[in-house]
């Protein structure tokens, strides 16, 4: 075994005892929901201050073109992946009631929560801004046809005005502060403008938190999920976990083939296409009239999923 292999195993092992810790503490119940959901916002907090951070400091303006180039990618895989579940659908594989939340889960991914940390393990910091071109087109993806499909749940069970697939309400909503900092850390980036010191350490200070935080948040979440969730899964759910760790992940691959990429862009693309359903999918779900419990679902046995998929993902992006 490389040594490159055991200390990307070394990293996950890290990884998974993070996430661990936050498991335990929910556990014996030093931190309760209240606590669970604190550190969700202190972590949606740093998230922006940690993307800028690694956005001007990973890349030269030449790197960065560079990569930009290749920006595309993620969003013919991600279109791929939409046209998957719409065949599901279409050979009546999937119930009628739950078809547009079924197409979100299926194809939109939480990038930054699972994604942020899970890359720092495998790849360094280093692969963080190849995550960040996959999160634009993921972000696009969740607020306009994610977004929509599960509005056509909503219409189907109250009836209404058919809704539109770009409003301003979801262009509202996909300029969020996470996509800001990247946008504006590009920016920055290919203008080359100097950040000041002062400011581009506190940047660092308070971004460096995300990652254990968020491991953190990931092992209280998935105690409060719990095991039972994998069991008596619908047909639905076994097509989600499908294309979580099996579909998305093989098509990226699929699509990067032709192209001379940098080995760590295909890896870091590989492995960011296998990341759990979006928590976001089911509060959208909640709020436009989709399946709430089917959304909650998916993402509960996909995060629990990534556990014993983490390992197997290990050793095949380590040769993609």
Known sequence: MSDALL?????????????????????????????????????????????????????????????????????VTVGLNLLTSLALIRLGLVRRELSGTFTAAFTGSTVLFVGVPMTTALFGEE??????????????????????????????????????LVSKKSVRMLFSPPLLSF?????????????????????????????????????????????????????????????????????????????DLEPIMRKVFVATAALPVSSVIAVLARTYGGDERFASRAIGVTTLGIIPALPVMLFIVHFV
């Not at 990293?11 to 014996?28: C, F, Q, R, S």
């Open 7 to 75: 200390h990307t195993i070394s990293n996950v092992l890290v990884l998974v005892l993070t996430a661990g810790i936050g498991w335990l503490a929910a556990k014996t119940g030093k931190l309760d929901d209240t606590g669970r959901i604190t550190t969700a916002k202190i972590v949606n907090l740093s998230i922006p201050f940690f993307l800028f951070d690694s956005v001007t400091t990973k890349f030269t303006h030449d790197q960065l073109v560079e990569l930009l180039g290749m920006a595309w990618l993620p969003f």
């Open 127 to 164: 692969g963080i801004p190849y995550l960040l071109v996959y999160f634009f087109a993921n972000c696009v993806f969740i607020w306009t046809v994610g977004l929509y499909a599960i509005q056509t749940d909503g219409v189907a069970k109250t009836g209404g005005a058919r809704p539109k």
């Open 183 to 259: 946008i504006v850390g590009i920016a920055f980036v290919v203008l080359s403008i100097p950040i000041p010191h002062f400011v581009a350490a506190t940047v660092k200070s308070f971004g460096s938190v995300t990652s254990p935080l968020a491991l953190f948040f990931i092992g209280m979440t998935i105690f409060k999920i719990g095991a039972s969730e994998m069991k008596r899964m619908p047909r639905e759910l076994v097509f989600v976990l499908l294309s979580c760790f099996v579909i998305r992940p093989l098509v990226m691959y699929l699509v990067t083939i032709p192209f």
